[in-house]
C-alpha cells in the first residue's frame, strides 16, 4: 500500500515567492498533521486536522503560513511570502481513528529559501 | 502540557555494547508515549509505544522501552548495537483523542565499529 505522500521533494525558492506544498494521507486515515523540522527548534507541529476539519493550528508561525483540506486524500500547506528563515523540512503525517498517536509520516518536502 | 526531554542530543556507543536514550515525561494525564526513528532523508517511524497495557514495551529492531510512573520516564534500550542502528531516535507524548503528538528534540546515536 502507498504511503504519505508529499510533493515537492524538494524546492530551492527565492525570498518573497510563495511556496505550495502537498501532502496525500493514507487511504482511511482521518488524521493529518503538518510537522517542520529545523536544526535549532527539532519537530514542530503546525497544524493538524481530524475529518478534513482544522483542531489546532496554534504552531502556524504567522499568518504567512496557511492550511488547508479540502477532502480527505489531500492536503496543502503554502507559505506566502516565503523568508529564508522558512527554511526545513516539513513533513506530513497521518494516523486513523483512535491509532493512539501512531503516525504515518511521508519522507518530507525540504525548502530552501533563498 | 505535555512535553517530553530527551537527555543527551547524541550519543555514541561501540557496535555491540548496550543502547540507552533517556526520555522523561510531563503529562497532565495518563499519557501515551513513543520512540520514533529518522533515518537520513527519511520520515519518522513507530518504533514501539506505550498505551497502559504493559510498562515494558517492546519493539522493532530489537529496541524496548520501560515506562516508570515514579521516576516520569520512557527511556530506550537495546541489549547491543548494530551499526544498522545509527539513526536519530525521538521520544513523543500524547494524551488526547485526537492523537496531538509532541516530540522531543531527538538524540542522534551513533555507532562506532
Known amino acids: 500500500d502507498a504511503g504519505v505522500i508529499q510533493s515537492p521533494r524538494h524546492e530551492v525558492t527565492e525570498m518573497g515567492q510563495e511556496v505550495t506544498l502537498r501532502c496525500k494521507p493514507i487511504?482511511?486515515?482521518?488524521?493529518l498533521f503538518w510537522y517542520r523540522q529545523t536544526m535549532m527548534r527539532g519537530l514542530e507541529l503546525l497544524i493538524y486536522?481530524?475529518?478534513?476539519?482544522?483542531?489546532?493550528d496554534s504552531g502556524m508561525p504567522e499568518d504567512r503560513f496557511s492550511a488547508k483540506m479540502p477532502n480527505a486524500s489531500f492536503s496543502t500547506l503554502k507559505i506566502q511570502p516565503s523568508e529564508p528563515r522558512d527554511s526545513a523540512v516539513y513533513f506530513c503525517?497521518?494516523?486513523?481513528?483512535?491509532?493512539?498517536?501512531?503516525?504515518?509520516f511521508g519522507e518530507g518536502s525540504r525548502l530552501t529559501v533563498l | 502540557a505535555q512535553s517530553v526531554t530527551q537527555l543527551g542530543s547524541h550519543v555514541s556507543v561501540s557496535e555491540g555494547a548496550l543502547v540507552l536514550l533517556r526520555c522523561n515525561y510531563s503529562?497532565?494525564?495518563?499519557?501515551?508515549l513513543f520512540w520514533y526513528v529518522q533515518y537520513p532523508n527519511q520520515g519518522l517511524q513507530l518504533l514501539l509505544k506505550?498505551?497502559?497495557?504493559?510498562?515494558l514495551v517492546k519493539g522493532i529492531n530489537g529496541f524496548e522501552a520501560e515506562f516508570k510512573k515514579s521516576e516520569t520516564s520512557f527511556h530506550l534500550t537495546k541489549p547491543s548495537a548494530h551499526m544498522s542502528d545509527a539513526a536519530e531516535y525521538f521520544c513523543?507524548?500524547?494524551?488526547?483523542?485526537?492523537?496531538?503528538?509532541?516530540f522531543g528534540i531527538g538524540t542522534k546515536l551513533q555507532v562506532i565499529p
Open positions: 503525517a497521518s494516523s486513523f481513528g483512535q491509532s493512539t498517536g501512531e503516525l504515518f
Open positions: 487511504s482511511g486515515h482521518n488524521s
Open positions: 486536522f481530524n475529518n478534513n476539519v482544522p483542531i489546532d
Open positions: 503529562s497532565s494525564v495518563p499519557p501515551y
Open positions: 506505550y498505551t497502559s497495557a504493559a510498562t
Open positions: 513523543a507524548v500524547s494524551e488526547d483523542s485526537y492523537q496531538k503528538v509532541t
